[in-house]
Nanobody
Framework: QVQLVESGGGEVQPGTSLGLSCAAS????????MGWYRQVPGKERELVAV???????TYADSVKGRFTISRDNAKNTVYLQMSSLKPEDTAVYYC???????????????????WGQGTQVTVSS
């Protein structure tokens, strides 16, 4: 099992910055990636940014150029630095980690996701 604990949410004004942190503990070896998702009521949870174990990053188009994901392997922590925040960034942000295992040589990978409890980010004037 992997435990993820987020911190750093809050309410900020449009155009400002905010940082989120997610500390991982437990069976964190061989995690393939860690990242951030967000969800607003009535909508599906959507990917915000992810950073793979090798360091490559992926961002949602809506946050490219404004958000930066990074990780500190020594602290088993992933960060999301959000800048130029917009009201539409308002959501509950969830930390995610996953690993894929191959039950057999010819088997498709089985993905296991782990989630944090979520932290509210509100962008409002």
């Amino acid at each position: 099992q992997v435990q993820l604990v987020e911190s750093g949410g809050g309410e900020v004004q449009p155009g400002t910055s905010l940082g989120l942190s997610c500390a991982a503990s437990g069976s964190i070896r061989s995690l393939d990636a860690m990242g951030w998702y967000r969800q607003v009521p009535g909508k599906e949870r959507e990917l915000v940014a992810v950073i793979a174990s090798g360091g490559s990053t992926t961002y949602a188009d809506s946050v490219k150029g404004r958000f930066t994901i990074s990780r500190d392997n020594a602290k088993n922590t992933v960060y999301l630095q959000m800048s130029s925040l917009k009201p539409e960034d308002t959501a509950v942000y969830y930390c995610n980690a996953y690993r894929k295992i191959y039950p057999c040589i010819e088997c498709r990978p089985v993905r296991t996701d782990y989630w944090g409890q979520g932290t509210q980010v509100t962008v409002s004037s």
